[in-house]
């Protein structure tokens, strides 16, 4: 069985920087594509950034140039960092992954989230 965790979410001033982390495990033979998505209450769910397996990157235009999305795969842990946080960036951000768990069969999966809350 495959889990995705995620931590570091918390509370932060507006301007400040907090640091995500998303860790695989279970039964996992390869991952694709990992990203970060994020809901804000009343809001549906949007993507923040993607990371895929050749280390391209990919991010929304409202966090480009503050979050910066990084991966290490020998951890199969994926990471965000968001530094000039801003109210509209409150939210709860979840882990999102596709996974080989066995070496032909692909699925995706959803962390359970870890909520960020930016303060003025």
């Known amino acids: 069985q495959v889990q995705l965790v995620e931590s570091g979410g918390g509370l932060v001033q507006v301007g400040g920087s907090l640091r995500l982390s998303c860790a695989a495990s279970g039964s996992i033979f390869g991952i694709n594509t990992m990203a970060w998505y994020r809901q804000a209450p009343g809001k549906q769910r949007e993507l923040v950034a993607t990371s895929s397996r050749l280390g391209s990157t990919n991010y929304a235009g409202s966090v480009k140039g503050r979050f910066t999305i990084s991966r290490d795969s020998a951890k199969n842990t994926v990471y965000l960092q968001m530094d000039s946080l801003e109210l509209e960036d409150t939210a709860v951000y979840y882990c999102?992954?596709?996974?080989?768990?066995?070496?032909?069969?692909?699925?995706?999966?959803w962390g359970q989230g870890t909520q960020v809350i930016v303060s003025s």
């Open positions: 999102n992954a596709d996974i080989y768990y066995s070496k032909t069969s692909l699925r995706n999966y």
